[in-house]
């Protein structure tokens, strides 16, 4: 029989249905302690989180447990039969509900502990959870179609949480109607035994029969079970079959006694001669039937069930269109039927007659037998039960903050960082679930600002953190956390930085500290410039790296700059953009004589270029350019105004003058970092010198060379080369005491002295003490008066315009000791078969042709070497130099 259980059976979504406010709630109220209340059942079991719970997968008959009941492979706990139920079926019309009954499976469920958490608000369950409440959990249920989920005794609390819940076709939720049965109808009493025969000649009354009782009250039906679901999102619309059960009809009333019959009349009598003494007595009356008894009251019906929804206003909304659901109390059952009345007892009959004398009859006379008695009085129905009632609020709809439901049942996800791989400050975005508009990112533990943009996406700029890998995590006000997905951040080279000092050229300057300004440095990584490996690399910080400049050994030379580019290499390997860096150079600049030019040495033993390897060991082996235009017999040139083209270096020649010399620089003269210079002794002139023979004072001649014409130069150079530092070299005793006499005169005629004022040529022994004296002191006095003067020219000069403090004076301080041809020489002489000791001696003799020299100019430029340092000399002039760099 199909029924539809009259009108409380209610489609929502039809216009002509009028819901009170009371009925459906949809606006938002806080359900924060409701929720927070099954967060800490949840808990209680061991789930912090429906994230991972996965999906419970339901079809069926389903009989739910006490307890929670989870995705299990198998969820089968038992099988029972069930009755007395409703389910959801499609007809031609509209749904309908018909009685259903059948066998089930009970589902597995984990026991929840008896003393869990004091309950919020389950109507009126306000103890502890107990065996009448089950739970189902988990991330997704999906009830198929023709699922029927039956509550049976003593389930009567079913609660499901789940983060979606999709419902099939026909699915209901019921519950199993107890059996309950009429109270059994009282037997009906005894009919009293016949009334005694009377002992006068009126007979006794039979006795009245019992009056029947109420039949009893019929059970009342039994409360329906009340449902809450929490849900974010929801597909399809079960029905909810939760109508309280009808109360049970009355007990019929008890059948009426009937009246107990009238006793017999009392017997004639005789007397003692045999005749008549009394007739019979009469009958007595018959007893009166007992009333029929009232029927029994109807069971008053059970109340209704209940739903509560919490679920986003949205899902509500959506929901609110239409759902099958009956909330009304039970009917009340009918009342019993009464019952019979009782029959009034038979009358007794006329007491028994004798036989007189003379066949005479001692009988009854006038007296009869008892008059039948009356029956008993008819009775009424019972009254009906009440109708159940209904919850407050049977069907509550409660809007929750989606946010919420997140983060205290829910995990958040991480399912992907894109770009996973980002520089400081990009924009990454996590995909995922479950996000809230309160969550923030954690990088390594640490937050940073982070924009939820929906539950599946929020974006945050990657950190200014150490480069590499980084764990990511999505944290919740609540404290919980999402799994762990990584992100890796990648090194930035920006700018370069040089003593606190940045250009927008980039120039840094070899063999001093760098800081690279970027971002994703960490420890352990590699500085590359030209993919060359720096030392001394030093995490200042995620965003500063420093390290020691060093010039790699491949880059392409530019006097102006050398170009070349910077990396960062993280210890993984991963690499870092190019910067475009400039490397500074050093400019050195040579000016002067053949002391400056370096005459008889090979380029490398020269001291400008012992000097050039120094700078370039203090300053990361720097770009290294040196121009020199010293040369060999070069005068200072002041009021010299002859021109003539340069030669080769080991030539001595005048010209260009060191003052030229000025003018020949090629290049920008802004740009020259050093200048090594000297200058002076080709005007006083070697060979007036060392010539014993000339008594002309040289005192005055030094002056004039060493301090004016100096200062002349000095001033020339300063303005010309407005940034170099200039260190100007002084002279030494050319020879000594110390000096071999036979060498002495050997190198007086190479020098072309001897022949001066010697009649006849040069003889062997021509020299005496007394004259190598004399040169002694000459050359003393040369090396002393220069020192003098060269030092007085550079301080005067340091106090002009043209000089600012940049002039210093380097004095080799090449003593007596150290003279040509002496034990211990820094000087190179001359051999006696007056070769010359250099070792570029056969080069320089075809430059000398080369230039045309002829008679004593190519005797003395083929031993031009004569008299000038050789490679301890050389470095005694660079020892000089150095502390000056």
């Known amino acids: 029989m199909t029924s539809t259980l009259g009108t409380q059976f209610i489609p929502i979504a039809k216009p002509s249905i009028t819901m009170s406010p009371n009925t459906i709630t949809s606006l938002t109220t806080s359900s924060q302690d409701r929720l927070q209340y099954h967060k800490a059942v949840l808990e209680s079991v061991g789930i912090t989180s429906l994230s991972s719970l996965g999906t419970l997968n339901l079809s069926g008959n389903l009989i739910p447990q006490a307890g929670l009941t989870r995705p299990d492979p198998n969820l089968a706990a038992s099988q029972v039969y069930f009755q007395s139920a409703y389910k959801l079926t499609n007809t031609a019309t509209t749904p309908v509900l018909q009685p259903a009954g059948g066998q089930a499976t009970i589902l597995k469920a984990i026991p929840l502990p008896s003393k869990t958490v004091s309950a919020v608000s389950i109507s009126s369950l306000t103890t502890q959870i107990n065996v009448d409440t089950a739970y189902w959990v988990a991330t997704e249920i999906n009830l198929q179609d023709n699922t029927t989920i039956v509550l049976k005794q003593p389930q009567h609390y079913l609660i499901l949480i789940a983060e979606k819940i999709t419902v099939g076709q026909n699915v209901t939720f019921t519950w199993e109607r107890p059996s309950k049965f009429s109270p059994a109808k009282p037997m009906k009493p005894p009919t009293p035994p016949q009334a005694p025969t009377s002992t006068t000649l009126v007979g006794i009354t039979g006795t009245n029969g019992t009056h029947g009782v109420k039949g009893g009250r019929g059970p009342d039906g039994t409360s329906a079970p009340e449902l809450e679901v929490w849900v974010l999102d929801m597909t399809g619309r079960p029905a909810f079959d939760l109508r309280g059960q009808d109360g049970t009809t009355g007990g ?7 009246g107990g019959q009238g006793g017999k009349g009392k017997p004639a009598q005789l007397d003692w001669a045999g005749f008549c003494k009394s007739g019979a007595g009469a009958g007595g009356n018959g007893g009166a039937g007992g009333n029929a008894g ?10 209704g069930g209940k739903l509560s929804l919490y679920a986003p206003q949205s899902v509500i909304s959506q929901y609110l269109q239409g759902f099958y659901i009956t909330v009304d109390g039970g009917r009340g059952g009918a009342g019993g039927l009464p019952g019979e009345r009782g029959s009034g007892g038979a009358g007794g009959p006329v007491g ?5 004398n003379f066949g005479a009859v001692c009988g009854p006379g006038s007296r009869t037998a008892g008059s039948r008695g009356p029956d008993g009085a008819s009775s009424t129905q019972g009254y009906s039960g009440y109708e159940g009632g209904k919850l407050p609020d049977p069907i509550s709809m409660r809007a929750i903050d989606r946010d919420d439901f997140l983060r205290k049942l829910l995990e958040p996800v991480i399912f992907e960082a894109t770009p996973a791989y980002a520089l400081a400050g990009e924009s990454i975005t996590l995909k995922g679930k479950r996000y809230t508009k309160t969550d923030v990112v954690l990088i390594d533990g640490s937050p940073v600002p982070t924009n939820v943009y929906s539950d599946t996406s929020l974006q945050f700029s990657a950190p200014f953190i150490r480069g590499g890998q980084h764990t990511i995590q999505v944290k919740q006000s609540d404290g919980t956390l999402s799994n762990k997905a990584s992100m890796y951040i990648k090194p930035k080279v920006d700018s370069a930085q040089q003593d606190n000092k940045e250009n927008e050229h980039m120039r840094v300057i070899p063999g001093r500290k760098v800081t690279l300004i970027g971002s994703g440095f960490s420890e352990n990584a590699i500085v ?9 690399v030093t995490l200042l910080s995620p965003t500063q790296l420093e390290f020691t400049l060093i ?11 050398e170009h070349v580019t910077a990396r960062v290499i993280l210890s993984d390997g991963t690499p870092s953009n190019t910067l475009n860096l400039v490397l500074d150079t050093f400019h050195m600049l040579v000016l002067g004589d053949s002391v400056s030019w370096g005459q008889g040495l090979f380029e490398q033993e020269k001291h400008y270029s012992l000097v050039g390897n120094a700078v370039k060991a203090r300053n990361g082996n720097i770009g290294f350019y040196t121009q020199v235009l010293a040369h060999s017999g070069a005068t200072i040139g002041v009021n010299d105004h002859t021109n003539t083209p340069a030669v080769d270096g080991e030539v001595p020649v005048s010209y ?23 200058g002076g002794i080709n005007d006083v002139n070697l060979r007036v010198v060392l010539n014993p023979f000339n008594q002309d004072d040289l005192s005055e001649l030094n002056r004039t060379q060493f301090l004016d014409n100096s200062k002349t130069l000095f001033t020339e150079v300063g303005k010309t080369f407005p940034n170099a530092k200039v260190i100007v070299t002084g002279y030494y005793p050319p020879v000594s005491e110390h000096s071999d006499l036979r060498a002495v005169e050997v190198l007086l005629v190479a020098l072309g002295i001897a022949t001066e004022g010697i009649p006849g040529g040069v003889a062997a ?31 005067e000069t340091n106090t002009t315009p043209e000089g600012k403090n940049r002039f210093f004076f380097a004095d080799p301080n090449i003593g007596v000791e150290h003279s040509a041809l002496t034990p211990d020489p820094y000087l190179f002489g001359i051999n006696l078969d007056m070769s010359p000791q250099d070792f570029i001696a056969a080069e320089r003799l075809i430059s000398c042709t080369k230039a045309g020299c002829t ?19 050389a470095i005694a002039y660079a020892n000089a130099i150095y502390p000056f760099l």
């Open 252 to 258: 019929a009333g008890q059948d009426g006694g009937n």
């Open 294 to 303: 009232l029927g029994g009251d109807g069971g008053n019906g059970g109340t």
């Open 352 to 356: 028994d007659s004798l036989k007189a």
């Open 528 to 536: 590359r410039i030209n993919d060359q490996d720096m030392p001394d």
């Open 551 to 561: 010039r790699p050994a491949t880059v392409e030379q530019n006097p102006s700059g």
């Open 656 to 678: 260009p003058t060191i003052l030229q010399q000025c003018n020949l620089f090629v290049g920008d003269p802004e740009q020259v970092d050093l200048i090594i210079m000297d």
């Open 765 to 795: 022994g021509f020299l005496t003490e007394h004259h190598l004296q004399i040169i002694h002191e000459r050359s003393l006095q040369l090396a002393n008066e220069s020192k003098l003067y060269l030092q007085q020219a550079v301080d």
């Open 855 to 873: 008679g004593i100019d190519f005797e003395i430029c083929k031993r031009a070497s004569m008299g000038h340092p050789n490679n301890k000399g």
